[in-house]
C-alpha cells in the first residue's frame, strides 16, 4: 500500500472510532451533557484532560518550538506541566467539592453577584475562542499536507466530526471521544520518537536518548554535538537560551497559572465522583501528560540534528523529496543567495518575513519568493510547525508510521476543540439563558439551548480556521495570560481567603484583565516593531505580562475588600463546605 | 495563604468547628510544603540556579537544563502523589475517610 493510501486508511478510522464512541455515549439530561453526571472514573478523566489539554499546539508545534528555541524552550515543558500541581493542589478538589456545573457557577455562587458571573463568562469566551482558532489552523495544516484536500475542505471535514460527537454526546460523549483520542495520540506521538532516538543513540527510549552519545562513533554526547554543530553554524548553543532570566520566569510562570486558570481544563474535574477523585484525576492527567512532555525535548533536539545534518551543504536537486514536499505546501523556501544550487542553513533570516511565493522557478528547481532580502548568509526558510509532521520522513520512517502522525495530530486538535466548544455552549445556555437572563428555562429547553450554542460556536470556529485572522498565531499567548491575569486569582481567593468579597473579586478581574489586554495588544497588534525587549516592563515579554496581571489582580483585589462589608454569613458557610470534603458535592 | 476564619464584621453568630479549623490547618501546611518543592525544582533549579547546576551533569545532560526539561516534571508528578496520599491520612484522622 502506498502511504497515501495509509493515511487514508489510518485517518478514516479513527474518525469512525470518535464517531461510534460519540453515538454510544448521547448525553439524555443536561447534567450529562455538562459534567456527564460526575461518574467519570478517576483515571479515565485524567486521560480525557491530557487528551483535552494536550493541542494541536502540543502535539505539531511543541517540539518544534523547543527544536528551534533550545533551551529557551524549557518554559513551555515546565509551564505546561507545572500547572496541573497548582490544579490538583490549589483548585481542584475544592471546585468538585462546590459540586455544580461551571467556573462562573463558582464564580457567581462565591460572590454573591450575578456581575462576577458574568465578568467570568466574559473572561471564559475570549480565552476559548483564542485558543479554538488555534485548533482549527492545526486541523487545516493536518489536512492540507496529508490528505491531499483543500484547507477549506479540510477544516470542514474536522467541523463536521467535532459537530456529531459534541453536539449529539455533550461532555459524556467528549469525554470517552477523548479517552480514545489520548490513546491515539500519544502512540502516534511515541512511535517516531522510538524510532528516532533509537536511529540517532542507539537507544530507543527518548528521554535516555537525549542524555546519550551519538551513534555516529564520535563519541560525543547529543547535546554537545547539537551545541556544537549549531555554534558552527552562527546559531547559539541548544543548551543556552536567548531569552533573559526574568522573562523565562515569567512566561514560565504565566503558563503555569494560566494552565491552572484555562475553563475547560478545569470543567474535567467537575465530572469525578468527589474531591478525593479530583485529586487522584489530576495526578493521572499529569502522569499521561508528561509522557508526551518529556518526549517532546528528545524529538525537538533529533529533529534538529537530523535537520541540519540531512539540509545544509545539499544541493537543492538532490533535496530528499520531503523537503520538496513542505516546500509545496509554503512551509519550507530555498533562497539560492549564491546561486550556487547548495543550500547554506545558517542562524539568521533567509529574507523578510513569510515567504510569498512567485509562480516562477529558479536555477536549481526551487520556488521562487518576492519577500525583501535581508543581510546574511542564510538560505533556508523553515516552519517550526512542521518538525514533527515531517520528522518520520526526515528519518526516512516507513509509511504506517507517517499515517499515524496524521492521525495523531488530527485526534489532538480534535479533543481539544471539542472540549473547548463545550464550555463556550455550556457558559452561554447555562451561565448566560438558566442563571442569568432565563432562570424559567426549562431542563429540555437548556439542553436544547446547549446544543444550539455549541452548534454556533462550532460555526464560529470553522470560520476562524478558513480565514484565519492575520494575528492569530500571534495571541496565543492572550489565552493563557488572561487566564492568569482574570480567573485565576478569583477562584483561589474564593477557597483560601474568607474575607474576600464581590467588591473586591470584581474589581481584581476587571483590573487583571484589561491591563494584561492592553499589554499584549498593544504589543502584539497595535505596535508590533516596538515589540523588542528594550520596550517591554522590566523586560517582559507580553507572553510572561500575565503574571504582573495576576499580581495587579491580587492587589486591587485586597485593597477592594478592607475598605467594603464582608461576604454573607451564607457565604462563609459555602466556604467551610468546599474546604472540608463531608460526602460528595451533587453535581 | 493568611487564613481568616471570624473576620469581625457583625454576624459573629456563625463560627467554623475547632475540627474543621484543625483539618484545614494541616492541609494549609501540607500545601505550603509542597509548593515550596515545586518552585524550587522549577523555578529554582531549572531557571535561577541552572547556570550553577549546568557544572554537573547526568549523562549527557547539564544538570540545570535536565532540571529545565526533565526532572522538575517528573518532581511534580511525585508531589501530586504525595498530596494524594497525606491528604487520605489528614481526612482519616479528622474521621473524613467516608469513602462511598
Not at chain 1, 40 to 54: E, L
Not at chain 1, 498 to 525: D, P, Q
Not at chain 1, 549 to 569: D, E, H, K, Q, Y
Request: hydrophobic share 50%; with cysteine; proline share 4%.
Amino acid at each position: 500500500m502506498t502511504t497515501q493510501t495509509l493515511i487514508y486508511l489510518f485517518v478514516g478510522a479513527s474518525f469512525a472510532l470518535y464517531i461510534g464512541i460519540a453515538i454510544a455515549s448521547r448525553a439524555g439530561s443536561t447534567s450529562e451533557f455538562y459534567v456527564a453526571d460526575g461518574h467519570v472514573n478517576p483515571v479515565v478523566n485524567g486521560m480525557a484532560t491530557a487528551a483535552d489539554w494536550m493541542s494541536a499546539a502540543s502535539f505539531i508545534s511543541m517540539a518544534g518550538l523547543i527544536a528551534f528555541l533550545g533551551y529557551d524552550g524549557s518554559v513551555y515543558l515546565m509551564g505546561w506541566t507545572g500547572g496541573y500541581v497548582m490544579l490538583a493542589l490549589l483548585l481542584a478538589p475544592y471546585l468538585r467539592q462546590f459540586g455544580q456545573y461551571t467556573v462562573p457557577d463558582f464564580i457567581g455562587a462565591r460572590y454573591y453577584s450575578k456581575a462576577a458571573r458574568v465578568v467570568a463568562v466574559i473572561c471564559l469566551i475570549f480565552i476559548s475562542f483564542t485558543y479554538i482558532a488555534g485548533q482549527m489552523r492545526g486541523v487545516g495544516i493536518v489536512f492540507s499536507r496529508f490528505l491531499e484536500v483543500p484547507v477549506d475542505l479540510g477544516v470542514i471535514i474536522g467541523m463536521g466530526i467535532v459537530f456529531i460527537y459534541a453536539v449529539l454526546g455533550g461532555m459524556k460523549g467528549i469525554t470517552y471521544t477523548q479517552v480514545a483520542q489520548y490513546c491515539v495520540l500519544i502512540f502516534a506521538y511515541m512511535v517516531p520518537a522510538f524510532f528516532i532516538s533509537f536511529l540517532v543513540t542507539g537507544n530507543p527510549i527518548p528521554q535516555v536518548g537525549l542524555g546519550s552519545e551519538v551513534a555516529d562513533g564520535s563519541g560525543m554526547y547529543v547535546l554537545q554535538k547539537l551545541d556544537a554543530t549549531l555554534t558552527d553554524l552562527g546559531f547559539t548553543a541548544y543548551t543556552d537560551g536567548t531569552k533573559s532570566m526574568i522573562d523565562i520566569f515569567c512566561i514560565t510562570a504565566a503558563l503555569m497559572i494560566g494552565t491552572a486558570g484555562l475553563p475547560h481544563v478545569i470543567v474535567r474535574f467537575f465530572t469525578v465522583p468527589s474531591a478525593r477523585d479530583a485529586r487522584r484525576s489530576a495526578g493521572w492527567a499529569l502522569v499521561f501528560i508528561a509522557l508526551l512532555y518529556t518526549t517532546a525535548p528528545a524529538v525537538g533536539a533529533f529533529a534538529r540534528i537530523n535537520f541540519v545534518e540531512t539540509v545544509n551543504e545539499q544541493q537543492y536537486a538532490d533535496a530528499p523529496e520531503w523537503f520538496t514536499n513542505w516546500e509545496a505546501n509554503d512551509l519550507i523556501a530555498f533562497n539560492d543567495r549564491n546561486g550556487d544550487g547548495v543550500m547554506q542553513y545558517r542562524s539568521g533570516e533567509a529574507f523578510a518575513g513569510a515567504p510569498v511565493f512567485t509562480e516562477e522557478r529558479g536555477a536549481s528547481g526551487e520556488r521562487l519568493v518576492s519577500n525583501d532580502a535581508v543581510e546574511g548568509e542564510n538560505e533556508v526558510y523553515v516552519d517550526r510547525d512542521i518538525m514533527v509532521l515531517a520528522n518520520p520522513e526526515i528519518a526516512n520512517l516507513p509509511g504506517w508510521v507517517i499515517a499515524l502522525v496524521a492521525a495523531g495530530g488530527l485526534a489532538a486538535a480534535l479533543s481539544t476543540a471539542a472540549g473547548l466548544l463545550l464550555v463556550i455552549s455550556t457558559s452561554i445556555s447555562h451561565d448566560l439563558l438558566k442563571q442569568t437572563f432565563r432562570p424559567q428555562i426549562t431542563e429540555k429547553g437548556e439542553l436544547m439551548a446547549a446544543r444550539i450554542a455549541a452548534t454556533a460556536a462550532i460555526l464560529v470556529a470553522g470560520y476562524l480556521g478558513i480565514y484565519p485572522p492575520g494575528f492569530v498565531a500571534q495571541v496565543v499567548a492572550f489565552a493563557f495570560g488572561l487566564a492568569a491575569a482574570s480567573l485565576f486569582p478569583a477562584i483561589f481567593m474564593g477557597i483560601f481567603s474568607k474575607r474576600m468579597n464581590k467588591e473586591g473579586a470584581i474589581a481584581g478581574m476587571v483590573s487583571g484583565l484589561a491591563f494584561t489586554f492592553l499589554y499584549i495588544a498593544y504589543f502584539k497588534l497595535w505596535n508590533p516593531d516596538a515589540n523588542v525587549a528594550a520596550n517591554w516592563w522590566f523586560g517582559i515579554s507580553p507572553e510572561g505580562i500575565g503574571v504582573i496581571g495576576m499580581l495587579i489582580n491580587f492587589a486591587v483585589a485586597l485593597a477592594v475588600s478592607r475598605v467594603t462589608a464582608g461576604p454573607p454569613l451564607e457565604v462563609r458557610r459555602l466556604i467551610d463546605s468546599i474546604r472540608v470534603p463531608r460526602g460528595a458535592g451533587k453535581a | 495563604m493568611s487564613d481568616e476564619n471570624n473576620p469581625d464584621d457583625g454576624d459573629s453568630d456563625y463560627v467554623t468547628s475547632e475540627a474543621d479549623q484543625a483539618y484545614w490547618k494541616a492541609n494549609i501546611r501540607l500545601l505550603v510544603t509542597l509548593m515550596s518543592i515545586w518552585f524550587l525544582v522549577s523555578f529554582g533549579a531549572g531557571i535561577l540556579f541552572r547556570d550553577f547546576l549546568d557544572q554537573f551533569s547526568i549523562g549527557g545532560y547539564p544538570l540545570g537544563f535536565w532540571f529545565a526539561q526533565q526532572g522538575a516534571i517528573y518532581v511534580f508528578i511525585a508531589l501530586i502523589v504525595i498530596y494524594v496520599r497525606q491528604m487520605r491520612k489528614i481526612e482519616k484522622r479528622f474521621g473524613l475517610d467516608d469513602d462511598e
